[in-house]
């Protein structure tokens, strides 16, 4: 795997509940999946690089 498809990875994140991988805008501290609509709380540490934290629970379909 080549240095840009690395950094391309890490800005990537995966839904925790329908496995669906998708890009974020940098900085969001939070995002919707496109497949099942659940929200996602997010932590950058890097101006490129994110990861899931846990779901926005107050928004958690029913």
């Known amino acids: 795997m080549s ?3 690395t950094e391309k990875r890490k800005a ?3 839904c925790l509940n329908c496995f669906t ?3 974020p805008e940098p900085g969001q501290k939070v995002a919707r999946c496109p497949g099942c ?3 996602w ?3 950058w540490t890097g101006p ?3 990861k899931v934290r846990g779901p ?3 928004k958690v379909p029913v």
Do not use: S
């Open 37 to 39: 609509e659940m929200e």
């Open 3 to 5: 240095t840009a498809e």
């Open 41 to 43: 709380r997010l932590t």
């Open 56 to 58: 926005v629970w107050d």
């Open 12 to 14: 990537q994140i995966r």
């Open 48 to 50: 490129h690089a994110v």
């Open 21 to 23: 991988r998708f890009f």
